[in-house]
């Protein structure tokens, strides 16, 4: 089932599920977690500004709750095994990680448990949580999973377009590319010289390949990792258009950018080597502190660039969930930190400690936009993104990995892009076939 389609049974069920306790007047988070004071609630962080940011935050949580937050830190590239060996094992972990290409594996593994639980609880369930202010969009992309909602959003992103304005002006432009071919054609050729470039593709083999890069030139050429049938559509001419583009644009690009990675990529761009990069609307905060960018006061950020088949933004980002193993006072703790971490009450806060809440109010304030200029563009871009920008099934951890290594190998010109998509469609398949889909055993659901 398509995540579009989920929107108004989502509504619906939710609707129900607060309408007993919207007339609540009494309810307090203090007095909400009163029998659960003293239980320690474990759960993974990323190495992450909006991580930094809740941390940073927490110490009213646990002053007000005597709940104790026990954050394990982990890189990205780590986050999903070490969940993932902890829940097959029966261990400690209380609240579920997810990110977006997780929440399929996760769910069918009944691993994290349905938020209606908690939601359906009168003495759980904050009648201010307001689910109707999260955007659709993400919440059913980050926290649903065929039909049914685990996980609030957390921590979410969107692709977007951070530019050097005075490298820019100086090369004669007064506003950023609108399309994708502006870039490469016009901007690529006046910005890259003397040893600056015009734009950084973060590429690096792992998530980053197969998500920020490979399937960032899919989908706004008209392409897509599937067909409707699950058969891989990577050499239709939409996609073979967006892979080899992307092949044409590294003319422009630093030498090494398979290597680079996000920390590499935004450094460059914060160092004033390149022009222009996509990258996490979660970096903004980075790229605009003077302590770690040396451009902080010439970057300006807009909605990434028009392909053919229109504005097709990157969407990433995470939810939280409680995990099943966790006993019934730390599931109860658990989603009453969810419930406090994500609430429409602290994104403000959230927001200027450089987290990026995915609250509709959070952004409504014409002052916060004036002072974060992302906004704008992210709230455009969360209109209209891709839910399956990348495959949301639990098979994806397998096909990222077989994405990452013949997206590599067309980058490094090891093979065509024609084939590497006939390698990379081959396996992908095979994958699928193993799973189930083509025998009719699991739903053609991503």
Partial sequence: MKIRDLLGSTALALGLAFGSVSGASAWSLKEAAAPYAGTTVDVVFLLRPGYEAIEAMLPEFEEETGIKINIIKHPYENA?????????????????LIDLVWIGNFAENEWIVPISKFTSDPALADPDLDMDDFFPLVLNAFGGWNGEIYGLPFDNYSGLLFYNTCMLEEAGFDGPPETWADLKDVYGPALTKDGKYAYALQSKRNETQSADSFARVLWPFGGSFLDENFRSNLLSEESQAGLQFRQDLMQYMPDGIVAYDHAETVNAFGQGDVAMITEWSAFYSTVVNPETSKVADCVAIAPEPMGPAGRKPALGGFSLAVAAQADDAEQAAG?????????????????????????????????????????PALVESWQDGVPEFRPRFAEWPEITEIVQEWGTKIMLGEVSTVEGAEELGTRMEAVLEDAGYYSGDKPLAQ
């Fill in 80 to 96: 999903l095994g070490e969940q993932v060996r902890d829940f097959v094992a029966g261990g400690d972990l209380d609240i579920a």
């Fill in 335 to 375: 989603y009453l930190f969810i419930q406090w971490a994500t609430s429409k009450a602290n994104a403000g806060e959230y927001l200027e400690r450089g987290g990026v809440p995915a609250r509709q109010s959070a952004y409504a304030d014409p002052a916060l936009a004036e002072t974060y200029t992302f906004i």
